[in-house]
């Protein structure tokens, strides 16, 4: 097995360029002509806590170590006291291991677990509800030119969505300013590649923002409480599930941010409408993404 040192940082984002994470093929379109196109790549991981194999998840395979170390983050299998001392990935294998100073609460008790890159089939337990609860969100501040800058940034970045499609994206912000910024088959896997970097990296939750391109859902919800984030922003839509958590939490909760729109459903009073929205332009076609028809 490798042992994965330190990534880059303060800033990492999708490598459009790596031959691994899509493929060509072929196919014919609605005239009956030969076309060829760009597919993400879907690929078995297999993530280990210590000597307990957790949980088999699709990804598309970058960032593997962010990723298992953010699932088990985000699912309450590790704690942000315990010490990891180890992260080890083996990419003939695609198996990553967490090894931790002390064996964690959940191995006893945990059996394996499939997740696959549908959207709706991230794993939950039954104590993460209780976790989140116990969770005080910081006061802080969401401008809406910060918010304005931060979605045309996002909308003009080079990405795996644009390249290929059918992908989802995650992307932590500072004020207007993307600092990570990721892809997957799945959000769950997205979201939880960036509760990994900002655990390997020491990032401050305090005061930053999440941006994601699904649906505002209850798992989106936690995974963004669990992290310590106030502020959640999506281009697209809610589910009634995760307008309420959002509420009883106090989190921030912004959807449909395209162009010029946005509708916050929760956590209204850290918006501050300092943009003057007649310098605020419509989304460009060619950046539009998931969310333009319906609420994916």
């Not at 993307?178 to 939880?192: F, K, S």
Request: charged share 25%; hydrophobic share 35%; aromatic share 6%.
């Amino acid at each position: 097995m490798m042992k994965i040192d330190k990534a880059p940082v303060p800033l990492i984002v999708p490598d459009t360029e790596d031959p691994r994470l899509t493929e060509s093929v072929t196919g014919t379109d609605q005239s009956g002509a030969r076309i060829e196109i760009k597919v993400p790549v879907e690929r078995p991981l297999t993530l280990y806590l210590n000597s307990q194999e957790i949980v088999t998840m699709m990804t598309i395979g970058d960032y593997p170590e962010y990723l298992a170390l953010g699932y088990l983050l985000n699912q309450n299998m590790l704690k942000y006291n315990d010490a990891v001392t180890e992260v080890e990935y083996d990419d003939d294998l695609q198996v990553v291991v967490v090894r931790t100073e002390h064996h964690t609460n959940f191995e006893a008790k945990l059996k394996k677990r499939t997740q696959t890159s549908g959207c709706a089939q991230g794993t939950a337990f039954g104590d993460l509800l209780e976790a989140v609860e116990s969770v005080a969100l910081p006061k802080a501040e969401l401008r809406t030119s910060w918010l304005y800058q931060m979605t045309q940034t996002i909308n003009t970045m080079p990405s795996l969505y644009l390249e290929a499609g059918a992908i989802h994206g995650c992307v932590l912000c500072r004020e207007g300013e993307p600092l990570c910024y990721t892809e997957d088959v799945g959000r769950h896997n997205a979201v939880d590649k960036i509760a990994g970097w900002m655990y390997r990296h020491g990032v401050d939750a305090s005061d930053k923002i999440l941006y994601t391109t699904g649906r505002l859902t209850s798992e989106m919800v936690i995974k963004t409480v669990r992290m310590g984030i106030p502020i959640l922003v999506s281009r697209s839509g809610f589910t009634a599930w995760g307008v309420d958590l959002a509420r009883q939490v106090g989190l921030t909760l912004v959807g449909r941010a395209r162009g010029k729109r946005f509708i916050a459903l929760s956590g209204a009073e850290r918006i501050v409408y300092d943009q003057n929205l007649a310098y605020v332009e419509e989304e460009s076609a060619k950046h539009k993404r998931k969310g333009e028809g319906g609420d994916d």
